[in-house]
């Protein structure tokens, strides 16, 4: 099993930014390809981004831009970088991890942080 932690959500106003964080245990984070999921109220749950193993890098067309993924494999973290954030981006954001790429399916998912985003 591997636990996944996500924190760094919050309020931020129009145009604001936050850096969110991920922290994985539990299985070796460096092989396992990592993606942010977001889910607004009222709506289904969205891809974000994702990144390989190797640090390759999958972008939603919304985001391209703004929203970056990064990982440190030594602190078992991936990252995501939000600017210019909007009030639709409000939703609870997910981290997942999945031993494929491109991912096919996640294998594990976080409980989630909640971003919102005042106007």
């Known amino acids: 099993q591997m636990q996944l932690v996500e924190s760094g959500g919050g309020l931020v106003q129009a145009g604001g930014s936050l850096r969110l964080s991920c922290a994985a245990s539990g299985r070796t984070f460096s092989r396992y390809n990592m993606g942010w999921f977001r889910q607004a109220p009222g709506k289904e749950r969205e891809f974000v981004v994702a990144?390989?193993?190797?640090?390759?890098?999958q972008y939603a067309a919304s985001v391209k831009g703004r929203l970056t993924i990064s990982r440190v494999n030594a602190k078992n973290t991936v990252y995501l970088q939000m600017n210019s954030l909007k009030p639709e981006e409000t939703a609870v954001y997910y981290c997942a991890a999945a031993s494929t790429w491109p991912p096919l399916e996640y294998d594990y998912w976080g409980q989630g942080t909640q971003v919102t985003v005042s106007s």
């Open positions: 990144i390989s193993w190797s640090g390759n890098t």
